[in-house]
């Protein structure tokens, strides 16, 4: 392996590592600390602070770097949303943060759009909300946002996706305006929404209350993400979190998503060297990854082969095989399953959104693109 000591922590432990062609997904642990990262973090482990100041000033910091109002550190994008929509229904009230996730009393529907729903928005439902759709499978109209709203409206959800352009779905700009008009937060999922680098405070400038973003898309821990967005409603999502049910008492839902004083400290170097560093040489380095592969798998009998090289976001830089079973005498499911029982295993997938075999480079080491090259073409010719 290209890294000294690759996977011998796992060895020790009975767990098998494993070649990562996916990207920074949850299945095989998000994605790697980035040496400023975990610098900044073992240099928090020595000493103890009061949490709840450094949650306060480590998000000040954040919020003065993406030129948004306000922004605090959560569990991960998941947690954001979890306790958004707690905010979006308890506001203010104490009596009603405790009381979350029954939600008698409060306004508790989260409005989507029917074209929006995803396997992610599960999270809506963590704290009590219902979520409630509007518009058609064919999309939607500002008309059928007006009337699905009523007085159970507690927050308009939206999914960001820079990389995918719906014209059938409502724009940001429409849903805020609609929201605002009524009064009404919006809570966004721009989770993968990290590049461009403005894309990080976009959402908020434009008006929308509330930005979930994972931080591991930018070199932190797994668990660590952030929500950005306006002061009021960052501060109502503050008393929902693990600070507020320690330091005022007050029982919240969000007590078991707690974050460490190292992870704090490591959004705040994440964000900071994500937002300076060289995005083209980073990029280079993916390209000449995906090169790699892609040259070698080039050209072989019923693989068709699409490279996306398109930069924005966070699953960047993949390969995409369709495979004509009949031609190759395998399916694409039988070569992700090939791949994984090898030594090493490489893991690949067929793309739940898009369909095809999915290739990524992101989580690659250097070098690991000659392995993975390698291998898939002896799978692919038998």
Excluded at 109 to 116: D, F, G, S, T, Y
């Amino acid at each position: 392996m290209a890294v000294p000591g690759w996977g011998d922590i796992y060895d020790e432990l009975g767990v098998t590592p494993v070649i990562n062609a996916i990207g920074s997904v949850t299945l095989l642990g998000g994605s790697q600390t980035s040496p400023t990262v975990r610098e900044a973090m073992e240099r928090a482990n020595s000493a103890y602070v009061p949490l709840a100041e450094l949650e306060d000033k480590a998000g000040g910091l954040i919020a003065d770097m993406l030129g948004v109002e306000s922004a605090y550190i959560t569990s991960g994008a998941a947690s954001a949303l979890v306790l958004s929509t707690a905010a979006a229904m308890a506001r203010d009230n104490d009596d009603f943060v405790a009381q979350l996730p029954d939600t008698t009393g409060m306004a508790d529907e989260i409005l989507i759009q029917k074209k929006q729903r995803y396997h992610y928005d599960r999270t809506l439902n963590f704290a009590g909300a219902k979520l409630i759709e509007y518009g058609t499978d064919e999309g939607t109209s500002e008309e059928d946002l007006e009337a699905a709203i009523n007085d159970k409206t507690a927050a308009l959800h939206y999914v960001a996706n820079e990389k995918i352009k719906d014209p059938s779905v409502l724009t940001i700009e429409q849903v805020i305006t609609i929201a605002q008009k009524h009064d009404i937060p919006v809570i966004v999922d721009a989770a993968g929404q990290v590049y461009p680098t403005e894309n990080m405070g976009k959402y908020a400038k434009l008006g929308a209350d509330m930005v979930a973003y994972g931080t591991k898309y930018i070199g932190t821990p797994h668990s660590a993400g952030m929500v950005v967005g306006s002061k009021t409603w960052i501060d109502r999502v503050r008393l929902n979190s693990f600070i507020s049910f320690e330091e005022r008492r007050v029982r919240g839902i969000g007590r078991p998503q707690k974050i460490d004083r190292q992870e704090i400290v490591g959004v705040a170097a994440a964000v900071r060297e994500w937002l300076t560093m060289n995005h083209e040489e980073r990029i280079a380095k993916l390209d000449v990854k995906l090169t790699h592969i892609e040259r070698a798998v080039t050209g072989i009998p019923g693989v068709k082969v699409e490279a996306d090289r398109d930069p924005t976001g966070a699953s960047v830089f993949n390969l995409f095989l369709t495979i004509d079973e009949k031609v190759c005498g395998i399916s694409e499911n039988e070569v992700v399953a090939q791949l994984k029982d090898g030594d090493p295993p490489i893991w690949t997938r067929v793309n739940p959104y898009f369909g095809g075999m999915q290739v990524g480079m992101v989580g690659l080491n250097d070098g690991e693109e000659q392995l993975v090259a390698e291998r898939l073409v002896a799978v692919l010719k038998g």
